[in-house]
């Protein structure tokens, strides 16, 4: 149980000090942050307050979105935040195609050539690699289910996102297990052992069936959809993976209730369906 | 242009006769049939109306859902009725996880157990393949986007399909190529390449985004989406491929439109973004 982790966005509403005290409370000891609400309480109270909880930072969510203007400043000052955290990784969601807006349809402004985005998002990589390097922070390339290609992420496999790690050491480039983005993929295992220490981060959701109207929210609790974990802690765990495991959900009906009750729920679907098996 | 079908889902306020009669008035050669519109006229009388026309059937839909109880016999009278019909080929849709109805939430008779549920699908075919070989009915396996994996299709990628067929001649299993269902696939253009003559239909629409409500409507018109089709059609042909292209769109607003405004979209947006180049 202690390599549980509570990803802040599963609890929302809650503020940076709030989830900090949740975790203390509910005796979790990891956190994934977000940077949006981590600037809003300020990064250097968040360093000292997650300090002085003793809880590790098990993720910083997210750079990428390298098809926006000021994408490298971006993940520059996501690296730089990453570093003050002391998280273990820093999470890229590299973005769609050029000129989609999540939730916009395609415009004047739209460009269809995914070969092209997908070549971008390595250069992009490239480019960060050294800033990351320097500042001893570890990039880890989020493969995004295939739904999400156009408008979040060209990056759509497990296989891809390691294709693309590859030049660079496991300990600066590693990649994101999520089961939410995996779990269909007829080649997850595989990938999986072939990951090994490349896996920086594992996160966990279900997935809801029916796909909800938004689909951003169709992340679930586990045991509230149609994924099978076992199997995938258990290649995870093969893979040589003894970091957090962070519960990161997307879901109108967790953010509406509890905090409290969801990080009780939380605690124990993972002890039922999550946690790898010895 | 030749080579454009009609699948008479994109059209779906038509009949039978109504869609073959709209191909003789747009000058379209081949239709693509659907199993319920079929039964609905009456199969001898479609196959008459289809003979007498001159028109190509460049597919029936479709065969498949494995998991229902009934699937043997209802993939039996598919076969028969694709070989009445002189199909190309009979398209497979396989089917999700057992239990899991399309439209409904996961209940206590879900299984999760993917890996089994593929294993299945292939113990299905192979018990279907004497049965096509016997009425020399190509069976043509569909891998559907990964967002359909739990309730409609657990084949979902084209190296999976291949890897399926490959037991058995390609004129007896081939696979689809459905652009909406593969646009994204990081390995597309190496399995279209591998397949070569198993390919047994090319199926062409876009890819709305942001996706609807339903995401089974995501169906677009080509060029209403983020499909660039040009790299797709020429790779379908770099593999010899020279069947029939059928657009088969599901999508609200085209079916609440006039169908033979559809039709004339169809041809010119078919002409502008699909037809392959020499």
Chains 1, 2 share one sequence.
């Not at 999400?148 to 060209?154: E, P, Q, T």
């Not at 990951?195 to 279900?206: E, F, K, L, P, W």
Request: with cysteine.
């Amino acid at each position: 149980m202690n390599r549980l982790s509570l990803n802040q966005w599963t609890t929302r509403r809650w503020s940076v000090p709030e989830a900090v005290e949740g975790c203390r409370k509910h005796g979790i000891e990891a956190i994934g942050l977000w940077r949006e609400p981590v600037a809003e309480y300020g990064l250097a109270e968040t360093v000292r307050l997650v300090r002085d909880a003793g809880l590790r930072v098990s993720s910083l969510c997210r750079g990428g979105f390298f098809t926006g203007g000021t994408w490298l400043r971006d993940n520059r000052a996501a690296i730089d935040e990453a570093a003050e955290l002391d998280a273990a990784c820093l999470v890229l969601v590299v973005g769609g195609l050029p000129g989609v807006v999540p939730g916009e349809p395609p415009g004047l402004r739209t460009s269809r050539d995914l070969a092209a985005a997908r070549t971008h998002v390595a250069e992009a990589l490239e480019s960060l690699v050294p800033y990351a390097e320097e500042r001893g922070v570890r990039l880890a390339l989020e493969p995004l289910h295939p739904m999400y290609c156009a408008d979040r992420a060209v990056l759509s496999t497990l296989k891809q996102a390691l294709d693309l790690a590859e030049p660079y050491p496991a300990e600066r480039v590693g990649v994101v297990v999520d089961t939410f983005h995996v779990w269909w993929d007829p080649e997850v295992f595989d990938q999986i052992a072939r990951a090994g220490d490349r896996i920086a981060s594992y996160q966990v959701c279900d997935q809801l069936t029916p796909l909800p109207a938004d689909v951003l929210l169709a992340r679930a609790m586990m045991g509230d959809g149609v994924i099978d974990f076992a199997p995938l802690s258990a290649a995870v765990a093969a893979a040589g993976y003894t970091g957090d495991i962070e519960v990161e959900i997307f879901n109108a009906d967790v953010w509406a209730a509890d905090p409290d009750g969801v990080v009780e729920t939380m605690k124990r679907r993972y002890a039922e369906l999550v946690l790898p098996q010895d």
